[in-house]
């Protein structure tokens, strides 16, 4: 099974800070990795799917990288609306699993 | 646009079986997989199964494994989930999501809450 480590499970950043978050793969997962921000109460809101493509309205500000093993998603300047927790996940084969989620709060 | 609508979840106790059902609308339903996902209260996010557009292939979490079935019916646009011998540690809200293969789950549903408790 592939196993995803995602660092750091927790952040404290101010508004205007740019903020990346690392998510790692036991193996190569090609492109196959999305990421999910989830607000308290809230299903998951997908911003970035196939490790790059930032997804219809969700803002320019959020970016993802990396294939293989490791993949980074980057807000480069954090809004007060962006504090949330993160979560990576692979689909490159069954089972599918998730990232240990980065919580990102305000400092 | 796309509607998830999770229901069908409650108190059960140990042991016991539950069934989920996820109705979907705004999309060519069998043209998707789909998935349930859960999350335990004030913790992460765990793939519990997905099922192919057909509804031929299942595919399962090893906690579920054995116990858990995912079912769907194109004509119905809907996905289900038999929950059988269920535990403690099944308690947790459930989603039903879109699946865009090896990209993403790009759609969501609310949520229905499990609880399984004596």
């Known amino acids: 099974d592939i196993r995803l480590t995602q660092s750091p499970s927790f952040l404290s950043a101010s508004v205007g800070d740019r903020v990346t978050i690392t998510c790692r793969a036991s193996?190569?997962?090609?492109?196959?990795l999305a990421w999910y921000q989830q607000k308290p109460g809230k299903p998951p809101k997908l911003l970035i799917s196939?490790?790059?493509t930032l997804q219809s309205g969700v803002p320019s500000r959020f970016s993802g990288s990396g294939s293989g093993t490791e993949f980074t998603l980057t807000i480069s300047s954090l809004q007060p609306e962006d504090f949330a927790t993160y979560y990576c996940?692979?689909?490159?084969?069954?089972?599918?699993?998730f990232g240990g989620g980065t919580k990102v709060e305000i400092k | 646009e796309v509607h998830l609508v999770e229901s069908g979840g409650g108190l059960v106790e140990p042991g016991g079986s539950l069934r989920l059902s996820c109705a979907a609308s705004?999309?060519?339903?069998?043209?998707?997989?789909m998935n349930w996902v859960r999350q335990a209260q004030g913790k992460g996010l765990e793939w519990v199964s997905s099922?192919?557009?057909?509804?031929?292939?299942?595919f399962y979490a090893d906690s579920v494994k054995g116990r858990f079935t995912m079912s769907r019916d194109n004509a119905e646009n809907s996905v289900y989930l038999q929950m059988n011998s269920l535990r403690a540690e099944d308690t947790a809200l459930y989603y039903c999501?879109?699946?865009?293969?090896?990209?993403?789950?790009?759609?969501w549903g609310q949520g229905t809450l499990v609880t399984v408790s004596s």
């Open positions: 996940q692979h689909l490159h084969s069954y089972p599918l699993t």
């Open positions: 196939s490790a790059s």
């Open positions: 705004g999309f060519t339903f069998s043209g998707h997989t």
């Open positions: 193996q190569g997962i090609s492109s196959h």
């Open positions: 999501t879109r699946d865009i293969a090896y990209s993403s789950f790009d759609n």
């Open positions: 099922i192919g557009g057909s509804g031929i292939h299942t």
